[in-house]
């Protein structure tokens, strides 16, 4: 008996069947997390591999080098802490915040989130910078979305943006205590320990 005489009645089970392929397929793609580990409890982020590979990249070979061991959160950006900026973000900012070591680092390509599509929504890492192709190991985590610091945003007056990488899964919690902390001109007074970022999800 053919099945498959009734065209119409063959369709919806031919579509059927290859969106259960496409879902068992997207299911075993690969994810990478990483746990940072500070003072105030752990975050975990997964890392958008694919969306960014430059920046995704970077960030992983600091962290498997053991760069971020020992390093800090040191910046927190809150509505209430930027009276100069007309565009105002939040987001908590860390790294290994010294400039004599910064100066050695190399830095990379940017990856503009108009290239990624990854935005800068609730719990978005994404790297520090001046200039467009000037970062390296700083990086910060968004607090509730940011559109202004993705692609043709205002944050920035060169209208690039930042490079967006991954998102905070499990954790921020621990994100919004360190922005609550106190602060002097967006630096915290007393800058949180980060014991080490370290890879905990590869597949």
Same mark, same amino acid.
């Given at each position: ?14 579509? @059927?069947?290859?969106?259960? =392929? ?12 990483? @746990? ?39 910046? +927190?950006?809150? =509505? ?7 565009? *105002?973000?939040?987001?908590? $900012?860390?790294?290994? !915040?010294?400039d004599e070591v910064l100066d050695t680092i190399a830095p990379i390509r940017h990856e503009s989130t108009q290239e990624t599509g990854i935005l800068h929504s609730d719990g978005v890492i994404s790297m520090a ?9 700083? !990086? !910060? ?18 209208? #690039?943006?930042? +490079?967006? !990488?991954?998102?905070?899964? *499990? ?7 360190? #922005? +609550?902390?106190?602060?002097?001109? $967006? ?14 999800? *590869?597949?």
């Amino acid at each position: 008996m053919n099945l498959c005489r009734n065209i119409n009645w063959c369709k919806p089970v031919i579509l @059927l069947i290859l969106a259960l =392929l496409v879902g068992s397929v997207s299911c075993d793609r690969p994810v990478t997390m990483v @746990l940072i580990r500070t003072d105030l409890g752990d975050m975990t982020v997964e890392i958008y591999k694919d969306q960014a590979p430059v920046t995704a990249a970077n960030f992983l070979s600091h962290v498997e080098r053991g760069d971020y061991t020992n390093s800090i959160f040191y910046r +927190a950006v809150r =509505l209430d802490n930027q009276s100069q900026s007309k565009v *105002k973000i939040e987001v908590i $900012q860390g790294g290994l !915040f010294h400039d004599e070591v910064l100066d050695t680092i190399a830095p990379i390509r940017h990856e503009s989130t108009q290239e990624t599509g990854i935005l800068h929504s609730d719990g978005v890492i994404s790297m520090a910078r001046m200039e467009p192709g000037s970062a390296s190991t700083e !990086f !910060f985590i968004c607090i509730g979305n940011q559109p202004s610091l993705d692609y043709a945003g205002d944050r920035n007056p060169d209208g #690039q943006g930042f +490079a967006a !990488f991954g998102k905070v899964v *499990k954790g921020m919690n621990v994100a919004r205590a360190i #922005q +609550a902390l106190p602060d002097e001109e $967006q630096y915290l007074k007393e800058q949180v320990h980060i014991h080490e970022i370290s890879l905990i999800t *590869k597949r």
